[in-house]
């Protein structure tokens, strides 16, 4: 039985057809990478995984007549792996005068993008990640985003941090077609977190700010996380946003479910 208080979802994993050859290029390709002593597989530099999901709101109680006939969102749970996000200044040392990003993918969010453009993170004692996507629109600052994985591969201690929150966090070196710049910090784990409009968090409850749970079930490998920050705004479209090791701790290319909770009103089977 679901709770007034869950957002009860079911996903329709789609398997698309391209993402599937992709996967399997990756896994058995060139894209397979020696790094250090460590061997990692260079999953693909964007890679989403993106599942439709059939969200219902049972058993919630709107509270005024538009809620109830309103269409639910739709939740979308992505993987984003190692990514860079450059300022302008830095697109222009790393490939050229006068160059700016050239959008290959557009991401499930409004206006951003994977650039076709990647550049070589290089870490301490030389370690290196060959081919880093970028993903535009440039920024204000740069900042590198990668996975526990990647940073213990690069040998690069980096903190978990939210978005823009770079203050004292370590640097590494970016190695372009044209040149290279050494970022002094901007290399964090990005915290897990769950993008949407404010329309979405009214109907959750919860506000800009706020910390919520997502709950992937998946065969033997069902995980509950805590602590996603909750950013609400005008433009999002629902989508929650983890990195390369939490998807794969959750398997989420397997899950049958996924869930958003309020941290406060855990589901029923917990009370
Ligand atoms: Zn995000």
Redesign the pocket.
């Known amino acids: 039985m679901l709770t007034s208080d869950a957002l009860r979802v079911t996903i329709e994993i789609e398997r698309f057809p391209e993402l599937k050859r992709q996967h399997l290029e990756k896994e058995s390709s060139a894209m397979i990478q020696a790094v250090s002593e460590s061997t990692v597989v260079d999953r693909k530099l964007v890679e989403r995984v993106v599942r439709r999901v059939v969200l219902s709101h049972l058993g919630m109680a709107p509270s005024s007549s538009s809620e109830r006939t309103s269409r639910p969102s739709e939740l979308v749970v992505s993987i984003?792996a190692r990514h860079v996000h450059l300022t302008d200044e830095h697109v222009e040392i790393l490939f050229g005068k006068g160059h700016t990003l050239t959008p290959d993918k557009p991401l499930y969010q409004e206006g951003f993008y994977a650039a076709k453009e990647t550049v070589m993170i290089v870490g301490p004692r030389r370690r290196m990640l060959p081919t880093v996507r970028i993903l535009g629109p440039t920024r204000s600052y740069s900042q590198v985003e990668l996975a526990l994985t990647d940073a213990i591969s690069l040998g690069i201690d980096a903190p978990v941090r939210h978005s823009g929150d770079i203050d004292g966090t370590p640097g590494c070196v970016l190695v372009g077609p044209a040149g290279a710049v050494e970022l002094d910090r901007g290399v964090i784990r990005a915290a897990r977190?769950v993008?949407m409009h404010v329309r979405d968090a009214e109907r959750f409850g919860v506000q800009n700010g706020d910390t919520m749970h997502l709950r992937v079930r998946s065969p033997l490998c069902s995980v509950l996380f805590e602590d996603l920050l909750v950013r609400a705004d005008d433009q999002s479209k629902l989508e929650v946003?983890i990195d390369t090791d939490e998807g794969n701790a959750c398997n989420l290319d397997a899950a049958t479910e996924v869930e958003l909770l309020r941290p406060d009103r855990p589901c029923r089977c917990q009370q």
């Open positions: 984003s977190h993008h946003h």
